[in-house]
């Protein structure tokens, strides 16, 4: 994977004729080459493997998939959105760089995505393409990821709804895992009923993906700092733990966590990674 | 084309699944419909029309294509960007809303164009649609759109030679002219030869339109303020005109136009209208 990325974002253009700058790919890489947990993309693998498919094309499918996350990473940290200064104990983008490269590198990123995935290595069918890339636009847009964290940021220091926040979350976070699991199984070319088998799974990983990281903030400022709310309540923001507390939480995960593993039985012993994967969203440490 | 572009932009998705949050899409709206010349979706619609097709497909293309240029334009004027205020006389996005609603108000819509190039009515052939998307991300990154506006933004107080600037509109302005005028002869099956020169033709106009551009900054300020340079100069803009002066920007201007009609000659009658939109650019007063 890292590989690929590394090739992607290489000062060779994907396409010969133009060429890159090297401020505009440096701030590029520093928001995507920063060692990420790759969550979304071995999602991707996985799902596709699951249905008999592992090869190259599939990596880069899983990689523009990885390139939107990131870029939602660069443009999130923002002074004007959440104002990070620290991403995986590095300087954010615009930390490194500055806004201006910060906001054109997250562009840049996400545009490039459009261009991977339609790389011909990805699918032989022009359609399965293109049903690819749209499918990743709608998981980012405006119902989608973009639109959840306009919510999100709207959310904050007001009471929502347990639905609001369900609804908040699953375009936020859980739009693209969603994605990633039903792009593997349709770039394996997996019949309509596993499709709508692995979309439900994307879904109930997404959920408890969100759940333990609600969770994981809590916890970790009550270890840490001694207190009983995260960094998440003290910016006021909307979770689910916030509204049910710590151990209906744990509950919840648990039951979400049966759900993963039931919706992959039927594919018995094959689907061993992807069960582990979503065991490891509700248990991780960080 | 407007009403096209209210559909697009209207709070039902595309996706009937899914929701659009009303912030954002008001954010979108402003940032998309707000009397645009759309001089670059007319130049698909026109280059489609030469080769014989004008349908709502070809619309939708063009659409997909404003919507990269408002997305932009949304970002570029940005605090940490151009920092502007003012749009055609209208608050910019952030100044309306927030920064955060422009920065995500851009980024959706820049992914809502990957939405709308993949549709149905745009080409009955899939890989066409595909190409198509493929080449407007070409356009539009780190190759191209995005790339051009860091070169300018590291430009400011820079000497830079002819070269380098004009390398730098070719990617700013010049990338998107071009792809409508490739796009409009790739959505009516023209053929290679005839791909190649309406390339040409976006090439030599996107040229011209950014020359009139920088003329129009430096005489506009002339008239209005009674000094000989624009705001691009007072910016430490990079520009030709700076390079030039006055007369010999003229002269090159009067031989793109020249050019431009040389291109469309063996299309005769036909290409009238496209000529007469070069001809618009080249002698075009805002």
Redesign the interface.
């Known amino acids: 994977m890292e590989t690929v990325l590394e090739r992607i974002l290489g000062s060779a253009?994907?396409?010969a004729e133009?060429?890159?700058?090297p401020?505009?790919?440096a701030a590029?890489r520093h928001g995507a080459l920063n060692g990420g947990k790759r969550l979304r993309p071995i999602l991707v693998l996985e799902a596709a493997n699951l249905f008999g498919r592992s090869d190259q094309g599939v990596l880069e499918a899983a990689c523009a998939l990885e390139l939107v996350h990131c870029?939602s990473l660069v443009?999130d940290d923002?002074p004007?959105?959440d104002d990070d200064d620290l991403r995986r104990g590095q300087p954010t983008v615009h930390k490194a760089f500055?806004?201006?490269?910060a906001?054109?590198a997250?562009?840049?990123l996400?545009?490039?995505a459009?261009?991977v995935i339609?790389g011909e290595a990805v699918h032989a069918d022009?359609?399965v393409?293109?049903r690819l890339?749209?499918g990743?636009?709608?998981a980012?847009?405006?119902?989608?990821m973009?639109?959840g964290?306009?919510?999100d940021?709207?959310s904050e220091h007001l009471d929502r709804s347990e639905a609001d926040i369900r609804?908040l979350q699953s375009?936020k976070t859980g739009a693209l895992l969603r994605y990633a699991c039903w792009a593997g199984a349709v770039l394996a070319d997996a019949d309509e009923s596993d499709l709508h088998c692995l979309t439900r799974f994307g879904e109930v990983t997404g959920l408890a993906f969100q759940l333990a990281d609600d969770l994981l903030d809590v916890e970790a400022s009550a270890e840490t700092m001694g207190k009983a709310t995260g960094k998440d309540a003290e910016a006021g923001k909307a979770t689910l733990v916030g509204l049910w507390g710590i151990d209906k939480t744990r509950d919840e995960l648990a039951r979400l966590s049966k759900d993963a593993e039931t919706l992959l039985e039927p594919y018995g012993e094959r689907a061993r990674v992807l069960t582990a994967l979503a065991d490891y969203i509700v248990k991780r440490s960080n």
Chains 1, 2 share one sequence.
């Open positions: 253009a994907l396409d133009t060429t890159r700058p401020r505009l790919l590029m870029y443009h923002l004007a959105m500055d806004e201006a490269a906001i054109l997250g562009d840049a996400l545009t490039l459009f261009d339609a022009p359609s393409r293109l890339s749209r990743l636009a709608r980012s847009g405006v119902g989608g973009a639109g964290q306009m919510i940021l709207e609804q375009m």
